[in-house]
């Protein structure tokens, strides 16, 4: 029994020194709790829960990170835009901290690597990378504090990404500006949205983008949402010089 408890041990060591080691150099310094990091990717599928039963999974951590990050990068805007008033500034924090932002610096970082569940990761959305990586910020906090966490996120956000002249021509929402140029030029405009599932069994929808009773777009997509934005967008690139010249 003995033999049996030591083995188990050194092996949970080695496991806690690959982990360690593989999120230092993410982070560019050392964790000292490691335990906030292995919550950060742990999610609620694991049905793992502290000693008064609380669940233990990301996403309390995901929400404390999300503050943290508007946090910084409004500092951060403030600091370097001292002539955009409250509007310019809400609106460049949101291109930066966006969601398809914070899916593609999870994706770059191939965070889903971490992930302990017992959903297959293939079954997990886009948004899976951009709710660790805000999880990933909240452990930061809690283990390093605020100077930490803001070194993090002006190394792997700010310096690499936030360009404050490319910012300002980046579309956050195609649906959003489509519908704020069709209300401007007096066009009705109806997203047609329905099922479509393929041969995969997958749920998927498709969507048919009329403007002015005339089909200008259509997409698929596994959430409706998604299915929009992307038929949006599709519409936007086909009336562009037009809404670009509103």
Same mark, same amino acid.
């Given at each position: 029994?003995?033999?049996?408890?030591?083995?188990?041990?050194?092996?949970?060591?080695?496991?806690?020194?690959?982990?360690?080691?593989?999120?230092?150099?993410?982070?560019?310094?050392?964790?000292?709790?490691?335990?906030?990091?292995?919550?950060?990717? $742990?999610?609620?599928?694991?049905?793992? !829960?502290?000693?008064?039963?609380?669940?233990?999974?990301? @996403?309390? +951590?995901?929400? %404390? =990170?999300?503050?943290?990050?508007?946090?910084?990068?409004?500092?951060?805007?403030?600091?370097?835009?001292? $002539?955009?008033?409250?509007?310019?500034? !809400?609106?460049?924090?949101?291109?930066?901290?966006?969601? @398809?932002? +914070?899916?593609? %610096? =999870?994706?770059?970082?191939?965070?889903?690597?971490?992930?302990?569940?017992?959903?297959?990761?293939?079954?997990?959305?886009?948004?899976?990378?951009?709710?660790?990586?805000?999880?990933?910020?909240?452990?930061?906090?809690?283990?390093?504090?605020?100077?930490?966490?803001?070194?993090?996120?002006?190394?792997?956000?700010?310096?690499?990404?936030?360009?404050?002249?490319?910012?300002?021509?980046?579309?956050?929402?195609?649906?959003?500006?489509?519908?704020?140029?069709?209300?401007?030029?007096?066009?009705?405009?109806?997203?047609?949205?329905?099922?479509?599932?393929?041969?995969?069994?997958?749920?998927?929808?498709?969507?048919?983008?009329?403007?002015?009773?005339?089909?200008?777009?259509?997409?698929?997509?596994?959430?409706?949402?998604?299915?929009?934005?992307?038929?949006?967008?599709?519409?936007?690139?086909?009336?562009?010089?037009?809404?670009?010249?509103?």
């Amino acid at each position: 029994m003995r033999i049996i408890r030591k083995i188990f041990k050194n092996s949970r060591s080695e496991e806690d020194g690959i982990f360690f080691n593989e999120i230092q150099k993410i982070l560019g310094f050392a964790p000292q709790n490691l335990e906030c990091y292995r919550r950060a990717f $742990t999610h609620r599928s694991s049905n793992k !829960t502290d000693s008064k039963g609380n669940p233990l999974n990301y @996403e309390r +951590l995901e929400f %404390l =990170g999300d503050a943290m990050l508007s946090s910084v990068i409004a500092a951060h805007l403030f600091n370097e835009v001292p $002539t955009g008033d409250e509007g310019y500034l !809400t609106k460049m924090r949101s291109k930066i901290v966006s969601r @398809e932002h +914070l899916n593609e %610096l =999870g994706r770059d970082l191939d965070l889903i690597r971490f992930i302990d569940s017992k959903v297959p990761t293939q079954h997990f959305g886009e948004n899976i990378h951009g709710n660790i990586f805000e999880a990933l910020v909240g452990a930061i906090y809690l283990d390093r504090g605020y100077v930490y966490c803001e070194k993090f996120i002006r190394k792997r956000v700010i310096v690499p990404y936030v360009d404050i002249s490319r910012l300002e021509g980046k579309i956050t929402s195609y649906k959003s500006l489509l519908i704020e140029w069709c209300q401007k030029e007096k066009k009705v405009f109806n997203y047609d949205v329905f099922e479509d599932n393929g041969a995969d069994g997958q749920k998927h929808f498709g969507v048919k983008l009329s403007i002015d009773k005339k089909v200008v777009a259509k997409a698929r997509a596994t959430s409706k949402k998604k299915a929009e934005e992307i038929a949006s967008k599709r519409a936007y690139f086909a009336f562009q010089e037009r809404i670009d010249n509103k």
